[in-house]
């Protein structure tokens, strides 16, 4: 698969010092890396981006259907906002619905945000045993870098915004641009998704997939495990995903 990546410099790093003695892994069926979505994901926020947009169309005259949360979740904003407006009927801009949805965003969440069961064990878990690891989302930079300070950037050797790619999920463009950006095969990296546009973008770049639900169900399929919570996963479990491939 082909994809365009952006250069490693458009990419935003918060490197982790190498350890004494660490090592990389490379190649064979050895786990590579891992890439974690945030929204729903490690961070209990996919209620806050509803509650926002239920917000700023009923202060434009709309209501919105609870069903289509389902559509909504997990995508770029550009994708999520469309669909609302045509929806709607709403007589807004796209890109100044997508200022007013940001902009509540940011508003609705504080200096420390709720993080998903076992979210912050497997981050630390990964961080002491030097697993390259990266956040990847659809959400912009500036939203990224503020929820950064409630997950610790320190645990991560990469981030991925999705104004900052090309195409974001549910293409491939995220995953590929994380697995160049650490120097890692996709087809050894292990992706946590909880949505179905997350799950489709870590599928389409090659990537062992752990799915967790968060608002819609995924069923299981081939290279993608469905896992109740993130207590479920640890770097053992990760591993294993790689290893079964041999």
């Not at 974001?168 to 292990?190: E, F, M, Q, S, W």
């Not at 998704?193 to 169900?217: L, Y």
């Not at 294993?240 to 491939?245: A, K, P, R, S």
Request: proline share 7%.
């Amino acid at each position: 698969m082909t994809s365009t990546v952006p250069a490693l410099d458009a990419l935003h790093r918060s490197p982790r010092p190498a350890r004494a003695g660490e090592s990389r892994p490379a190649g064979g069926s050895t786990l590579q890396a891992v890439f974690l979505d945030m929204d729903g994901t490690l961070v209990d926020t996919e209620g806050f981006w509803w509650d926002v947009e239920v917000e700023v169309f009923a202060s434009l005259g709309h209501i919105l259907d609870d069903s289509w949360r389902h559509v909504v979740v997990g995508g770029p904003m550009t994708r999520s906002a469309g669909f609302l407006i045509e929806a709607t009927g709403a007589g807004i801009p796209l890109a100044e619905l997508t200022v007013l949805l940001n902009g509540g965003f940011e508003d609705r969440i504080a200096d420390t945000l709720p993080l998903m069961p076992g979210a912050a064990r497997l981050l630390a878990e990964l961080s002491e045993n030097g697993i390259p690891t990266a956040l990847v989302s659809a959400s912009h930079r500036r939203i990224i870098d503020r929820v950064l300070t409630s997950l610790g950037p320190q645990h991560f050797a990469l981030s991925v915004a999705g104004d900052e790619v090309p195409r974001t999920k549910p293409h491939p463009d995220p995953y590929l641009a994380a697995a160049a950006g650490l120097g890692v095969d996709p087809l050894r990296c292990a992706v946590v998704e909880d949505t179905a546009i997350g799950v489709a973008s870590a599928e389409a770049a090659g990537c062992h997939v752990v799915a967790v639900p968060s608002v819609a169900p995924i069923e299981a399929a081939a290279r993608r495990t469905v896992v109740p919570s993130l207590e479920a996963v640890d770097l053992t479990f990760l591993h294993g995903l790689i290893t079964e491939m041999r």
